[in-house]
């Protein structure tokens, strides 16, 4: 135990002393008894390994024996406790998703591709209502209404029309952002706002990154938050969750320098 | 507590016995081979075969070395306990439906069953324990039903092996003398057949179970009822716990009622009951049949339970079992201890 001398804070070794107290239990067992310990098997169990044999011998659930002259009112108290228990779990609720806790199966769960099956997220997203449009009344909307009008808005000045003004990409803050690749070339933003993102808070803005000529998606998303926290938890329930056949992979978005 | 399961039988447990010491457990069955376990782990330390049919008793000596075992083969047989070994064998004119050796062990008795003619009888035989192989054949003393008692149904030696203690069909206790097979007295116990007959540690009492839902204590000197235990299903077995004033009984509703009555309704546990005070303070649950016999360790500790669902049940009670004390009991105890203080 010496080899090891540890230091003070002044730098100087100190001497430690352990004591160490053995106690010697003693354990005595009949002569007899102990002989017939050592009997070699025989009959059905010859040959058989040592120990019990999981076969023959197992051990059962535990019992209880509350000894008192008022047994059977305990007894009775218990039985009515347990009847009472099972009553209300049975008006109460048969079904229970194991994604969002709902009073549907696991299979038909709404948020089943958003939450995938994750019991964790599963208590929070059923928790608060899903901001289904309030923070898609950027482009979507405004697209939508343009639509609706039946006149053509051209894409750079649909976000204006919203009134929002497209910042400038040098000085816009990406501390709120997630990155989201590997996406599904068939997701649109709408999809991303309406079911993958749609349980953790408003978004600020979606922008999937396309091919310029073809319109295709590279796969790639980014999705911007209002507060980090929101953020910090749709990366921690999405990222490595399935969606479309594919894996995701998010990640806060790095500012480019 | 947490009971061990044992499940070296196919059919319903007849009988399970501990040895003198509690370490190693024997068990029979409807099925043709008895079982020896160890106690403390349930572990099965060898079967014995060579019956061809139901083995209905077991009985080992003091020192764990002799086991005896009777069939409805019509035969006794005797074993080496250490190797499964059958060293002999006694054919019988009927079955066999308990056998017991008496306390020194030099000899034993069987309670033959009243079939096809034969009226049923207590049959005493010596032991040779110097070479079990060579025993007498013949029954030294043969002790028949006695005039106006219907068959006996289970036997015991009392203490010293003074008197044989049955209990017949009819719900009577009947007292022999052991040299003679002499006729001493009858009492009538029970309304049904007296399923079960076990002495005290000292063996000057003995507690019997009957078919009629009830229990009694009675002495040997006398046959005199002391203590009486209601329940409310017929009882297959009842025990006296060492160390502790209780006794356990054992039983059920009959096995061809089950299938006509609720599953709750079965009451297929050991029941505890105050040895002194008569009163039902517990009761164990656990198997699924009616409790065929149910055995004490010898030093109080525990017990095991074979049922007819096949199981062999053994529990290791808990420290509460220990504690429990009636108010009573915990205020003479102090008040006895306060008089000490004084007197010093």
């Known amino acids: 135990m010496t080899d090891i001398e540890p230091l003070n804070t002044e730098g100087k070794k100190v001497k430690i002393t352990q004591k160490v107290k053995e106690v010697i239990v003693k354990e005595t067992v009949n002569k007899e008894v102990a002989k017939r310990k050592k009997w070699a098997k025989f009959g059905a169990e010859k040959n058989a390994a040592p120990g019990p044999d999981f076969r023959t011998t197992q051990v059962g659930e535990p019992v209880y024996l509350r000894l008192g002259t008022a047994w059977k009112a305990l ?56 901001p289904e449009d309030s923070g898609a009344s950027g482009a979507a909307g405004a697209s939508a209404s343009a639509a609706a009008a039946g006149k053509y808005v051209p894409l750079h000045i649909r976000n204006r029309a919203a009134g929002i003004e497209p910042e400038k990409r040098g000085d816009r803050d990406d501390s709120n ?28 803005r979606v922008n999937i990154v396309r091919n310029r000529e073809t319109g295709r998606s590279k796969g790639l998303a980014f999705v911007q938050f209002h507060t980090e926290s929101a953020a910090q938890r749709a990366m921690e329930a999405l990222n490595g969750r399935g969606y479309h056949s594919l894996i995701l992979q998010v990640e806060f978005s790095k500012p480019k320098r | 507590m947490r009971p061990l399961l044992l499940k070296g039988h196919e059919r319903s447990l007849t009988q399970v016995k501990y040895n003198r010491e509690g370490d190693l457990i024997f068990t029979v069955a409807k099925d ?12 099965r330390l060898g079967t014995f075969s060579g019956h061809g049919g139901t083995i209905w008793s077991i009985d080992v000596d003091q020192k764990s070395e002799l086991l005896l075992t ?10 080496n306990v250490s190797n499964g070994e059958n060293v002999f064998t006694w054919s019988c004119v009927s079955p066999v439906r308990r056998v017991e050796f008496n306390p020194s062990n030099d000899k034993f008795l069987a309670v033959m069953d009243a079939v096809m003619g034969h009226k049923g009888d207590i049959s005493v035989f010596n032991i040779n324990k110097e070479t079990p192989t060579k025993q007498d054949e013949e029954p030294i003393l043969v002790i028949p039903t006695y005039e106006g008692l219907e068959r006996v149904s289970v036997a015991g030696f ?25 006729f001493i007295n009858s009492v009538k116990v029970h309304e049904g057949l007296v399923t079960d007959l076990q ?35 017929p009882l ?95 205020t003479a105890e102090a008040a006895a201890a306060s008089k000490e203080n004084n007197q010093d």
């Open chain 1, 177 to 204: 952002t997630l990155r989201v690749s590997q996406l599904n070339e068939i997701v649109t933003e709408q999809m991303i706002r309406n079911e993958l993102f749609a349980n953790f808070g408003p978004l600020a």
């Open chain 2, 32 to 43: 043709k081979e008895a079982s020896v376990w160890y106690s403390f782990n349930g572990e």
């Open chain 1, 75 to 130: 007894e009775k108290e218990e039985e009515e406790k347990s009847a009472q228990e099972a009553a209300k779990t049975n008006t109460y609720q048969r079904i229970k998703c194991r994604t969002c806790g709902g009073a549907h199966y696991t299979a038909k769960c709404p948020h089943k591709e958003t939450l995938g099956g994750d019991p964790a997220i599963g208590g929070g997203a059923s928790g608060s209502p899903a």
């Open chain 2, 158 to 182: 009392s203490y010293l092996g003074k008197y044989i203690i049955a209990g017949h069909q009819d719900g009577t206790v009947s007292k022999y003398d052991a040299k003679t097979g002499e």
């Open chain 2, 236 to 330: 297959n077995s009842a025990a006296i716990t060492p160390l502790k004033n209780f006794v356990v009984l054992g039983g059920g509703q009959e096995a061809r009622d089950v299938t006509t009555t609720a599953a709750n309704q079965g009451k297929f546990e050991a029941r505890f009951y105050h040895k002194i005070f008569e009163d039902e303070i517990g009761r164990v649950k656990g198997h699924f049949g009616p409790l065929n016999y149910i055995a004490i360790h010898p030093k109080g500790t525990g017990y095991a339970s074979g049922g007819e669902d096949g199981y062999v049940r053994v529990h290791n009670f808990d420290k509460s079992y220990f504690d429990f004390k009636y108010d009573v009991e915990i």
């Open chain 2, 70 to 79: 009777g069939s409805a083969d019509f035969s006794v047989k005797l074993w």
């Open chain 2, 199 to 233: 002495f005290s540690e000292d063996r000057t009492y003995f507690i019997t179970s009957s078919k009629d839902k009830s229990s009694k204590i009675l002495d040997v000197d006398n046959l005199n009822i002391l203590k009486k235990f209601e329940s409310d299903s």
